[in-house]
């Protein structure tokens, strides 16, 4: 780094000056006498006078505290945690609370520029010794004095201040960055302190609660992402060792306070959550599906001869934030695709659909997931606003005869059995709570069924369905109303397949869900 | 049928599978999502005092740091000045403080201690704190139980409750044993 | 099957679940009541 010789010395200097007066009474409230004094050193040592030198100075620093912290792990005369802890945090506090001092007196009053800079630097210098700690120590790295720093200094920075209000959405969003950086792909063994501080009450208040016009759900949802990229490999290879055990049970504790407190927010963002999380991650995928706005009165689905299509919401369209449209590539795909939706050409389109699809031959790994749930989604839409415009409502006689029936019949029928699956759990997706897409869905769904030339297309629909119901609680309402009609409605003959007795098991499990709905 | 793992033949063996491969289950069938330690009924949000993706309770009050003015916090100087806890010091109300809002800590172990101490005994069964009401000898005495008047804490309402009672005494817990834990100071 | 890296990445996660974030970490420093955490018996109020 060529840092200018002597530099490192009167960084730890500095440091050290600074940890006494943080810590010594004369200190005054919040510190601002000691970083009166302090300021004034730092000008003295010539830290102030350059970009440079001050990101030479918090880089500095941050190692030295870390550096601090290894020693102290390491001390065998401290067998304590506790007495570990504290004496990390000594130091760890005070640095944090220099920094906070740094940005809140940066610039002028009011010139929220200047701090907010420097916080994306010292965040920014704060996650780069961290990376390169984590690469460096390898499996010896320890997550506890960044964790310390990031989220101290976050707390500081939520105080209830003017200064630090007015630039209380920046705070987050450089926090975000540097939470996306940091994200567990990148720095796995930071990994449960990441979450630990993502889903950290204040933090979740400020991200969901207090900041205006819900500016931060969109990146708090991408942190969530994060998540479920990370763990998604595991969780579709079922290898589940301990250590990710715990960081799925921790992040299904975080979810189910999302689905308690902000169930919007999931529905919002449930497309964008399910396109990453595994197909058989069917608990978690339930969780998410399972959230309904808070004003919402859902129906029994077990209530007899329920009327679905005769309540309030079921045509209004929900709020899908993620834009699903655009992720049908490549753009002469998408652009047949609108071609065929309009007008039923060019016809090569439909036998072309199977090849789009698929990426490779490798089993289990043959179609593009989120391609089909995006071309899922936008067909679905387009028949809605198709049927609406005729001054129609989704149900099972105005789906039919469409372009977009023929997209989602010539799939059922010319997928194997992978693709098939893939595509059939894109619809079932989107069964949540009373609403337009839930609705069209379920008839879609139960559509296929009826008409489906092969009992394979039955049994996959069936297996889809069946899967999601048999895990814990919670199951999404357009899930059991749709599974509910299935068994029901003597239209589909249900109970004549084979597949319906293939096993005692699956034989007990219809007999007991028929029992529930009669 | 389907004789791949799309079709019900694959759910079916993943299921047995998971029958005996515990890491499979969470997965198959998912967990009772009721035994993480939210209380998903609450009328109240949760995030606010959600203690962490590893935490099986939520936080207790005195976990929760609120924004007060420096003054009130300790430093770190006059942390020796200030005298060390002393139970026995305490009255009877601040020792049941202690109890009921240091739940799994060693604060309240000691608590509960001191109050052994005092003649309180803990009911394992009525999960409550009981003492002989002064100067109420017991109607009848035998080698495993008594019948009398006790003072019963009622933690609901903050006060001792006199009552009549038949008393196991091997319902009432031995002595509490204090772990031998590294003080934070 | 998991990649190299995914390997990589649940030994690195195996690594830091020996020392996982305790809850006093993200809180300020208790010097008079310091968090204490211990067993305590089941009969007692746990919450």
Known sequence: YDDPPGLHEKTEYLLREWVNMYHNASAGRDSTKAFTMFVHQMNVQGILKTDDLITRFFRLSTEMCTELCYRAFSDQSNPSPSLVRAKCFHTLDAYVRLITLLVKHSGDANNSLTKINLLHKVLGIVAGVLLRDHDFRSTEFQQLPYHRIFIMLFLELSAPEQVLESISVQVLNAFCNTLHILQPSKAPGFAYAWLELVSHRVFLGKMLVLTPQQRAWGMYAQLLIDMFKFLAPFLRNVELPKQIQLLYKGTLR??????????????????????????????????????????????????????????????????????????IQPANFKKDLDSYINSRSPVTFLSELRSNLQVSNEPGMRYNIPLINALVLYVGTQAISHIQTKGQAPSMGTITHSSHMDIFQNLAVDLDTEGRYLFLNAITNQLRYPNSHTHYFSCTLLYLFAEANTEAIQEQITRVLLERLIVNRPHPWGLLVTFIELIKNPTFKFWNHEFVRCAPEIEKLFDSVARSCM | MVMDQFGMVGLLTFIRAAESDNSLVSLALGSDLTTLGLNLNSPEKLYSNFGGPWAEQPCRPQDIDYHVPSEYLINQNIRDKLASIKLNRYGEDLLFFLFYMFSGDILQLSAAAELYSREWRFHKDERVWITRAPGMVPAEKTGTYERGTYYFFDAANWRKVAKEFHLEYDRLEERPHIPQAFPYN | PLTKNCFFQSQMLEASSQHMPHPSDSERLRLYFPRNLCPTPSYYPQS
């Not at chain 1, 689905?259 to 919002?268: G, K, R, S, Y």
């Not at chain 1, 029994?300 to 993620?322: H, W, Y």
């Open chain 1, 254 to 327: 975080v979810l189910l306070v999302l689905l308690h407190d902000f169930p919007e927010f999931l529905c919002d963002y449930h497309y964008g959550f399910c396109d990453v999380i595994p197909p058989n991650c069917i608990q978690m995928r339930n969780l998410i599906l399972s959230a309904f706005p808070r004003h919402m009165r859902l129906p029994d689905p077990f209530t007899p001869n329920l009327k679905v299509d005769l309540l309030p919401e079921i045509t209004q369209a929900p709020r899908v934030l993620t834009n699903f449209a655009s992720m």
